[in-house]
């Protein structure tokens, strides 16, 4: 024999309903079936509220009664042959009437008691069960209506009545034993005690009621069948790549299930796990799936994690206090509270030094459990040997459950590594001895994003999911997001990284789409997009709290630039073509440098220096690796590099820099360029990255512009540079008679730095530098006097695009 459970969405409708009878009815002929059902879904909690509303005496539980009694009158006149409803639909009215009876007298006495309510919410499965039993009957399945009530025996704790099994499981082998039919339809949820008045077994009841008839018939399976194809690594409402269980051990289960994975409650296991009987997960709506075999011995599928799992609506609760410490009886008298009031302690964490004992409760119990912990240690809070209770809100648990785990090192530093690479924050932990299960207990805002970054790292040998959100969408952005969406196949195939740009913003629109932008339409959709608000588009960033998320900022706006704090301190990775916050004040870059070390989210601006040159990233290795700098001598403007080997009389200096601007060489600005204000911007950046602190002011510039060049709009900058361009051509002049190209040079040494134009005789490495590229040489400890030497494109989009490209690869990996 076996029994089958099928739950709320199970039957929820007529079509739900069939469908259960087409599975029940294909297996009947060949084996004896004890068939438990639940409520229609959202039965239960519908006359919950009847009497809930009657008790506080509003009368509208009278509405929502016809609501109950016509949502089930129809259910008959879909599943019954006309000719045949007549004594079913009696039935269901008379019950209904029999619950409005019931409502009314809770309504007259403004008083719900908890055996009154067992008695409402019972008339859920009692009208499902038999209009499904009827179903049967009236489609040639022969079977018996068990009322669960008449068998199943219980002490009086009603809402959550325990089962006495020894009565129970006789009467159930005694009606077993009388019945010829093949098959036993009863109602879930509900018993009765030994003076025959309804109980109920609290949550997860049917589920329970089907395990008490499996363990005592000895059933060779017990099945469960809902609405998903067995026990998932993870809730896939959260986790879109979670998996099915194949198979999974009675204790694994169990943890599952205690941290809220809602396929089975844990009471459903033990009636069965003591016979040692499977529980078979199935679906209702796809009955191919193979499902989840709940069983006592699994085999070793190789994966250490069986699934992760997490409870919602958590609240902290801590005593502390320095009159704990070696002192016995606290622990005992905390709980001892919390047991009275009938509190459930869902997690418990004691610090070593016992100056601190953490319990986790459900939130609803939050407030009482406060009143009375409180009240237990009134005397000790008087004297200050024990702080008020502290109760912390809006948390949640995420766990990891698997037997393997077991003696596995490390399994603990992973996780936690993970969450914390994510930004999110451990308010408290805890690991049985048994090491099935490490609990975090992490705020609520970060729970989904905890269960998917333990699930790619647990269970995704794949892919690791990047976000980005980008803004500026000019001549670079537009480059790097065809970049992007040249290489998303070859990341996800070669460096397992789904890239996905889920955030787009510039000057005029934003547009945000958690499931990522079209990447071949980008600019229609974000025309299309919202008005561009940068701290709504910033603050929704942080709501959105997606795993992996990278901000790519490829403007040269200082205000894009000071939102990068926000951003680092949610441990959101910051990708900067913009220089402005690297060449900021010292004290705003070293605030951005320790916010990134503090929490674990990438700062890089590579192409601050160099475009896509390796020059930052040079440094840093030579650091890292023990090195030092002792002087950088570079040409750093790709601009000024491109100007002056294209200037050579024939054209006005001034079309010359016009050239350079609409080739994509120059700053929006290209004074930036020409005053030295960029170069001056790169060597501070490449001295402060080799430890120097310093500043703009600190830096000499020896310019070669006119003062007037650098007044008023670009326009006039324009005009001003005709009406001087005898003092360029000189300039010009003077270095061809020394035989010299002119180049604009930066240098670091002894702490100074300065930048300038200067005469660059044939024998220097800056003398065959062409077009736009840059040129770097560091000296340093282990190159004293041939320099490490970085050489090449140092401006344009493309180059500077696949710069900020393969920072975003950087922060992904990290």
Wanted: proline share 2%; hydrophobic share 40%; glycine share 8%.
């Amino acid at each position: 024999m076996n029994v089958l459970k099928f739950g709320g969405t199970s039957v929820g409708s007529a079509e739900a309903i069939k469908k259960v009878m087409k599975i029940v009815s294909e297996r009947v002929v060949n084996e004896k079936i004890i068939l438990v059902v639940s409520a229609l879904g959202g039965t239960t909690d519908a006359l919950i509220a009847c009497g809930t509303l009657a008790a506080s005496g509003d009368e509208g539980y009278k509405e929502n009664l016809q609501k109950i009694e016509h949502r089930h009158l129809e259910t008959v006149k879909e599943l019954i042959p006309v000719q045949n409803q007549s004594s079913v639909l009696s039935l269901v009215k008379k019950m209904c009437n029999e619950i409005e009876d019931i409502c009314n007298g809770v309504f007259l006495l403004n008083e719900l008691s908890e055996r009154t309510k067992d008695r409402i919410v019972s008339y859920g499965e009692l009208m499902s069960s038999q209009i499904i039993s009827a179903a049967f009957q009236l489609n040639g399945v022969k079977n018996s209506w068990l009322d669960s009530r008449t068998v199943i025996k219980t002490n009086s704790n009603y809402s959550f009545a325990a089962v006495d099994f020894a009565v129970t499981n006789k009467n159930v082998t005694d009606f077993v034993a009388s019945v010829k039919d093949n098959l036993i339809v009863a109602p879930g949820f509900i018993a009765s005690d030994n003076n025959n008045i309804t109980t109920t077994l609290g949550r997860g009841g049917s589920d329970y009621t089907a395990a008490i008839y499996a363990a005592a018939v000895n059933a060779e399976v017990l099945e469960i069948w809902t609405d998903v194809s067995g026990m998932m690594t993870a809730d896939p409402r959260w986790v879109p790549n979670a998996k099915v269980i194949p198979s999974i051990s009675y204790q694994e289960g169990m943890e599952l299930s205690h941290f809220g994975a809602k396929v089975i409650y844990p009471p459903t296991i033990q009636p069965v796990m003591s016979k040692g009987i499977p529980v078979l997960i199935k679906n209702t709506f796809a009955p191919q799936d193979a499902g989840t075999l709940i069983q006592n011995k699994v085999e070793v599928n190789g994966s250490i994690i069986r699934g992760i799992s997490s409870i919602n609506n958590i609240t902290l609760i801590s005593l502390e206090g320095s009159g704990m410490v070696g002192i016995p009886g606290f622990s005992k008298r905390l709980f001892e509270a919390l047991s009275n009031a009938k509190i459930n302690v869902i997690l418990i964490t004691q610090s070593s030094s016992e100056h601190s004992i953490c319990v986790a409760v459900d939130s609803s119990s939050a407030d009482k459990a406060k009143e009375v912990v409180d009240a237990a240690f009134e005397y000790e809070i008087s004297i200050g040997k024990v702080e008020p209770l502290i109760v912390e809100r809006e948390l949640s648990i995420v766990a990891l459950v698997g037997d393997n785990m077991k003696n596995h090192t490390g399994i603990s530093g992973r996780m936690f590594s993970s969450l914390g690479r994510n930004g999110v924050n451990v308010r408290a932990i805890s690991q049985g001895s048994s090491e099935r299960n490490i609990s975090a207990v992490i705020s609520t805002a970060d729970v989904r994003k905890a269960v998917n970054v333990l699930h790619e790292d647990f269970f995704e040998t794949t892919y690791k999911q990047v976000n980005l959100f980008i803004v500026g969408t000019g001549n670079v952005g537009a480059k790097l997001i065809g970049q992007l969406n040249q290489q998303l196949s070859y990341l996800q195939q070669q460096l397992r990284l789904q890239v996905r740009v889920v955030g787009l913003a510039n000057s005029r629109k934003m547009l945000i789409n958690e499931e990522g932008i079209s990447l071949n339409d980008w600019k229609q959709l974000l025309d299309n997009g919202e008005k561009a608000v940068l701290q709504q588009f910033v603050d929704e960033i942080i709501k959105r709290n997606l795993r992996n998320s990278v901000f790519v900022d490829i403007t040269a706006n200082d205000v894009v630039a000071f939102v990068y704090n926000q951003l680092l301190q949610k441990s959101i990775a910051v990708v900067a073509c913009n220089k402005v916050a690297a060449s900021s004040v010292y004290e705003n870059y070293k605030k951005l440098k320790d916010l990134s070390r503090e929490f674990n989210a990438p700062f890089l601006f590579e192409t601050n220096v160099g475009a896509g040159l390796p020059v930052i990233g040079t440094l840093n290795d030579l650091k890292r690796s023990g090195d030092k700098v002792n002087k950088i001598q570079a040409v750093l403007s790709g601009t000024l590099n491109f100007v002056f080997n294209n200037y050579d009389g024939s054209r006005t200096f001034a079309e010359v820099v016009k050239q350079a601007q609409d080739e994509g060489y120059t700053e929006p600005d290209p004074r930036l360029d020409l005053g030295g204000t960029d170069v001056m911007r790169k060597i501070m950046i490449l001295a402060r990255e080799a430890g120097e602190q310093i500043e703009m002011n600190d830096i000499a510039n020896n310019s070669f512009m006119p003062a007037s060049c650098m007044e008023g709009s670009v326009d006039d900058f324009y005009k001003e540079m005709g009406k001087h361009e005898a003092h360029f051509k000189k300039l010009l002049e003077e270095a061809n008679a020394q035989n010299c190209k002119l180049k604009f040079v930066a240098q670091f040494e002894n702490g100074k730095a300065n930048v300038g134009l200067q005469h660059i005789p044939a024998e220097s490495d800056f003398y065959h530098l062409y077009g736009k590229d840059n040129l770097v040489l560091f000296y340093t400890e282990r190159y004293p006097e041939q320099p490490l030497v970085i050489k090449g494109a140092g401006a344009g989009a493309d180059v500077t695009a696949s710069g900020v490209f393969a920072d975003i690869i950087r922060a992904a990996k990290a």
